[in-house]
């Protein structure tokens, strides 16, 4: 709808990329979100910056304001581009959506071992990720016996590891991730 608008009414269509329309849609659903739980279930971001930044060592893979990994995705302005709904799902069940620029690739070079790392760019003659000791690797597709995409994310499931309290702290901490707030 966001692109294409609604024939008939005052709803014009927009020239919108789809990662445009998506950033759009999120943030529609993040105004209506506190309203459809009725005020309720809102977590302490201040709290859920300490189980980021201890318990779920989140910091391990993901990177929030140049600090942390690259191995995942960096977090910086999650909260401009997700619903709480979203992210909720991605901490208990993060093989639900596994977003394409967040895919870990496996390669196995031909003469090497095997190596496994989120895929950050590939084309016909080279594949390039980023490894769990934060390496930025490049390997030529000539020198590779196999190249595989990983069926289930690299993140850990948090049901269980978390309390209910502590994922919705947790929720409430990356939804304040706006990116860089300016002065």
Avoid: W
């Avoid at 659903?29 to 309720?40: D, H, I, K, Q, V």
Wanted: some cysteine; glycine content about 10%.
């Amino acid at each position: 709808i966001i692109r294409n608008g609604i024939s008939g009414t005052a709803m014009p269509p927009g020239n919108f990329s789809p990662t445009q329309a998506r950033v759009i849609v999120a943030y529609l659903r993040s105004l209506a979100e506190p309203a459809a739980r009725g005020g309720l279930g809102a977590g302490v971001a201040a709290r859920g910056g300490v189980i980021f930044d201890g318990k779920g060592e989140c910091l391990s893979c993901h990177r929030v304001k140049g600090s942390g990994s690259r191995l995942g995705p960096d977090l910086s302005d999650i909260g401009t581009v997700r619903t709480a709904t979203e992210l909720e799902r991605s901490i208990l069940e993060p093989d639900f959506e596994i977003l394409p620029q967040n895919r870990f690739i496996r390669v196995v070079p031909k003469d090497g071992p095997p190596v496994t790392g989120r895929l950050l760019n590939q084309d016909t003659f080279s594949v390039q990720l980023v490894d769990s000791k934060d390496r930025l690797l490049s390997f030529r597709r000539s020198t590779l016996k196999e190249v595989t995409f990983l069926d289930h994310s690299a993140m850990p499931s948090y049901r269980g590891r978390l309390s209910g309290d502590e994922v919705r702290d947790l929720v409430s901490y990356l939804v304040s991730l706006k990116g860089i707030q300016q002065q």
